[in-house]
């Protein structure tokens, strides 16, 4: 609780490229000053074209999440998210703000349901739940953007608090680049139309391997070759006729 949460800019080698750290909780709360309203103001002050945003953070408040990733995303310069140690909750929705989403292999993500505290009678906590749906289409949202999946698959991912490695936040999207060139290692069988569904401990890991098959066979397919257009061909030929 004591710890000083590190938001600030740092400038770069190069002209224009700045760091923004964002360490600790999301949100004005728990001494933190990680909320939108902090980051607006170092946003604005800054002349920036490029800003690598470095995440280390169990999350917080889901519209302070959703209020910096926007601000995030209408900012003029290019947004590359280093996530340092975790994004969880609040600050995964930061993370996928970003234009590229940097995660090394011993850092993770983590996706859930909007939660929080109520006190009172019935009607107060059917009024609440509603509330809460209502935040969680909104942070759906913010996923959709980037899960290459269907909107069921998320949401059974969303209901079942996800915790991503570095390959499966790549695989679903929600990330691009795993840390230090490390690869993704292809999984095994996976063209297989007849595979046992019990091989997959849980919902994640059968998702994991049917969208990093999708990626490692579109990077394996070579580039479409064009075609030779058929009105220089027979340009080509009308002139030598015309000779």
């Known amino acids: 609780m004591n710890k000083k949460n590190d938001v600030r800019f740092e400038a770069g080698e ?54 910096i990733g926007n601000i995030l995303k209408n900012h003029k310069a ?52 509603s509330d809460l749906r209502k935040i969680d289409a909104s942070l759906a949202a913010s996923y959709k953007k980037r899960f290459v999946g269907e909107q069921s698959e998320l949401e059974q991912l969303l209901d079942e608090e996800t915790f991503l490695t570095a390959e499966e936040a790549v695989a679903f999207g929600l990330a691009d680049i795993v840390g230090e060139e490390i690869e993704i290692q292809e999984l095994e069988d996976l063209g297989d139309e007849e595979e046992d569904e019990e091989e997959f401990e849980n919902l994640k890991d059968k998702l994991v391997a049917k969208y990093s098959a999708k990626k490692n066979k579109q990077k394996n397919e070579p580039p479409e070759q064009k075609p030779t257009p058929a009105n220089k061909q027979n340009m080509s030929k009308l002139f030598l006729n015309l000779k």
């Open 14 to 67: 190069k002209d224009k490229e700045y760091s923004l750290y964002i360490y600790g909780p999301i949100g004005g709360f728990f001494f933190s000053d990680n909320s939108a309203q902090s980051i607006r103001r170092k946003l604005q002050s800054v002349d920036a074209e490029k800003i690598h945003v470095h995440i280390n953070s169990p999350g917080g408040s889901a519209f302070d999440g959703v209020a």
């Open 78 to 129: 290019e947004i590359i998210v280093h996530v340092d140690g975790m994004a969880a909750s609040a600050a995964s929705v930061i993370a996928v703000a970003g234009d590229k989403v940097i995660m090394p292999e011993n850092t993770m993500m983590m996706i859930h349901r909007a939660s929080t505290f109520e006190y009172g009678n019935a009607a107060v906590f059917d009024k609440t739940a």
